[in-house]
């Protein structure tokens, strides 16, 4: 286990709510690396899938900060996902992705060509700069590889931490006033398709505030903003069904927060599936079966969303200080 992931485990949220985790879906791993102290507030994680894994992703912010996403379209060579990489730092911080890279080469994890392998790792950013104090502090090579690192290290189904941990350390809510965070949640499917389990993991860094009827959340303050999700499952999927699946998720971010998808977010949620299991389909709608893999992957993002606001811990440093979010109206 890496320093920055002992700190995230002693430090971070270590309840562990009703809602599940991601590493619910057999083979999926996380693991973080984050720093706090000196002017840092930031972090990576990693969610390391088995080998094998298809995946994609769908981009709704107009502010995104992203690394490989165009490698994940359906009509590309690659359909294979070795990792992903959530990190602080905005654009500097995708250089994490380089480490994350490293890690898998080293492991022989990758689309092989004459020589060697090329790990595809996709990767996405918030915008936490400057939140520990220092402008320069942002994630490096080194930190995406010790966030892999962990991910390795960690037994299958272990436990995700929660709230100020990985990329969710510098996170913020409600336009920089409240303390975001990180969170994960499961959903398992029903009658014959009970053996397919969605989760999702989050990195709550929203311009808005947990979604409340009636209620309108003014955007004063910092305005550089972003919510990222993993959303992985056991199913068997094409890239193009794993696409379809980001798309369908991106309506539970927009059933927990309020606004999203705005011009200056980076809203990007990622569909991962290790194909390990087969969806029973409906005679009568053949297609039933993979709606409701979709309609769970929305429900999992919008609990792994509330889960890191619920899971935020207070932090002050020269900066400022962030609050956790009261649950009110602001």
Known sequence: ???????????????????????????????????????????????????????????????????????????????????????????????????????????????????????????????????????????????????????????????VVRGNVGAGTGAALGAGRFKGGLGTASVRLTGENAHIVVGALAVVNAAGIPWQPGVRAPLAGEGLNTTLAVVATNARLTVAEAKRTSTAAHAGMARALNPVHTLADGDTIFTLATCAELLVPNPAMPVASLIELQSAAAEAVRLAILDGVACAEAVQTPAGTLLPFPGGPL
Not at 26 to 53: K, Y
Not at 71 to 100: E, H, I, N, R
Not at 112 to 134: N, T
């Open 1 to 159: 286990m890496s320093q920055g992931a002992t700190q995230g485990r002693t430090q971070g949220s270590t309840d562990v709510g009703s809602f599940g985790s991601i590493t619910d879906v057999p083979g999926i791993r996380v693991g973080q690396a984050q720093r706090r102290t000196d002017g840092w507030l930031t972090g990576v994680s990693v969610v390391l899938p088995p080998p094998e894994t298809i995946g994609s992703v769908d981009v709704r912010g107009g502010g995104p900060g992203t690394h490989e996403t165009d490698a994940l379209d359906p009509s590309t060579m690659v359909s294979t996902v070795d990792a992903v990489a959530l990190t602080g730092g905005s654009a500097y911080g995708l250089a994490a992705a380089g480490g994350v890279q490293r890690w898998c080469e080293e492991n022989g994890r990758g689309f092989r060509v004459p020589g060697g392998v090329v790990p595809i790792v996709p990767a996405a950013a918030i915008f936490d700069l400057g939140r520990g104090g220092d402008f320069s502090a942002r994630p490096t090579p080194d930190m995406g590889y010790e966030a892999a690192l962990d991910a390795a290290s960690s037994t299958e189904g272990a436990d």
